[in-house]
């Protein structure tokens, strides 16, 4: 289903979609664009980048390409500090699979440094622009409600929550919406490898009530539906993208 077959018509609007050179971010640019929005995607691949902005071309609206780090507050502040966005997906971040006597130091500062700084950042750079009635929406996961025995990881989306809800009470006066999106198991480049070997995607599928695994762009509608006029007085949520995985447990 398209854009343009939901009636969401966000032509004249700008969004800033960072880890927008693949997966869920990727998706979210191309459907944002497809509704119509002039849409910049922020990702540290300029390969990915180039994939987006192919995959976007003769649609409503447009893509235009970033390469830019999240984790580089100095950079973020100078790249973004002029944008003047009214949609704002925080969707970049990375993965450390590791337990807590596993994880080192540096495994520690990274994560935190994209995961959560890095979306702290763009929110700092581009919300003093940002006009009434803009929306924020936030990539956290499952697994910010329940351990997954990645601590690091599951810190840091934690942490995307009690952000989005601060940040709801704070901008919600000035007409700005912030919500998070908690996705279930999504496969995309982060987790490809993860899902497709040893029978995790299997017992994923098996766990999971609508007995299938997500795909970026299932978590891209809900993007859509957010950012849209649709959501107008939905803020401080987070929904969760799961098949229903975190509704029950199959024992």
């Known amino acids: 289903m398209s854009a343009s077959e939901c009636l969401v018509d966000l ?3 700008r969004a800033l979609v960072t880890g927008g050179g693949s997966g869920i971010g990727r998706a979210s640019a191309i459907l944002l664009a497809d509704a119509g929005a002039r849409v910049t995607a922020v990702d540290v691949s300029g390969d990915g980048l180039e994939q987006t902005v192919g995959a976007a071309d003769g ?17 973020v502040q100078t790249a973004l ?34 995961n959560l700084s ?13 006009r009434r009635g803009g929306s924020i929406i936030q990539i956290a996961s499952m697994t910010a409600n329940s351990g997954n025995r990645y601590p690091a990881y599951t810190a840091t989306k ?3 929550l009690s952000m989005t809800r601060e940040l709801a009470a704070e901008l919600g006066p000035r007409g700005i919406r912030v ?9 995309t480049g982060i987790n490809r490898d993860h899902y497709t070997r040893e029978g995790s995607g299997a017992t994923a599928i098996a766990m999971t009530p609508l007995e299938r695994l997500g795909e970026a762009e299932d ?5 859509l539906f957010l950012a849209s006029d649709m ?20 024992i």
Do not use: H, Y
Request: glycine content about 12%.
């Open 81 to 114: 500090g002029s944008l003047e966005a009214d949609i704002v997906i925080n969707a970049a971040g990375i993965m450390i699979r590791k337990d807590l006597e596993q994880t080192q130091r540096e495994d520690w500062e990274r994560i935190v440094s994209v």
């Open 59 to 75: 649609l409503r609206g447009s893509v235009e390409a970033l390469v830019l780090d999240v984790s580089e507050w100095g950079a």
């Open 158 to 160: 934690g942490g995307m």
């Open 179 to 187: 919500n998070s999106i908690s996705p279930g198991v999504i496969v």
């Open 118 to 130: 890095g979306c702290f950042a763009v929110l700092k750079a581009t919300v003093p622009r940002m």
């Open 11 to 13: 032509r004249g609007r």
């Open 219 to 223: 978590v891209a509608r809900c993007v």
């Open 231 to 250: 959501s107008g007085f939905i803020t401080g949520a987070d929904i969760r993208v799961d098949g229903g995985l975190t509704a029950t447990r199959v």
